[in-house]
C-alpha cells in the first residue's frame, strides 16, 4: 500500500518558521514531481511548491523567496521550509506525488494532510 505521511505542521506567530515533512512508502519511484498544495478554509485547494526528480522546483508567487521545497532521494522524503510565514499561509497543507517507476504508467497519490496555523 503506498503512502504519504506528512508531519510538521502546527502553530507558529507570524514570522516565525515550520518545516514540513513527506515521506513516501511502498513505491520506490526512478521519476517524479512531488509537491505540496494547501487549501484554506472557504478556499480551492492551491499549488505551493513542485520538485521533480531532476530537481526542478517550482513556487507559487506567494510563497516565493520564502518557502523551500528540497528532496532526500535516500529517505524518499521531501521537505517544505517556510519562513516568515504570515497570517494567510494559514491552511491544511497537503503533500502530492506523481510518481513513475522506472518502466510502467505514473501514479498520483494524496497525503492526509496537515494543518499549519500562523497567529499572534
Known amino acids: 500500500q503506498v503512502q504519504l505521511v506528512e508531519s510538521g505542521g502546527g502553530w507558529v506567530q507570524p514570522g516565525g518558521s515550520l518545516r514540513l515533512s513527506c515521506t513516501v512508502s511502498?513505491?520506490?519511484?526512478?521519476?517524479?514531481?512531488m509537491g505540496w498544495y494547501r487549501q484554506a478554509p472557504g478556499k480551492q485547494r492551491e499549488l505551493v511548491a513542485t520538485l521533480t526528480n531532476e530537481g526542478a522546483a517550482n513556487y507559487a508567487d506567494s510563497v516565493k523567496g520564502r518557502f523551500t521545497i528540497s528532496g532526500d532521494n535516500a529517505k524518499n522524503t521531501v521537505y517544505l521550509q517556510m519562513a516568515n510565514l504570515r497570517p494567510e499561509d494559514t491552511a491544511v497543507y497537503y503533500c502530492?506525488?506523481?510518481?513513475?517507476?522506472?518502466?510502467?504508467?505514473?501514479?498520483?497519490?494524496w497525503g492526509q494532510g496537515t494543518q499549519v496555523t500562523v497567529s499572534s
Open positions: 502530492y506525488g506523481h510518481l513513475r517507476r522506472l518502466v510502467g504508467p505514473w501514479y498520483e497519490y
Open positions: 511502498g513505491f520506490i519511484a526512478k521519476f517524479y514531481t
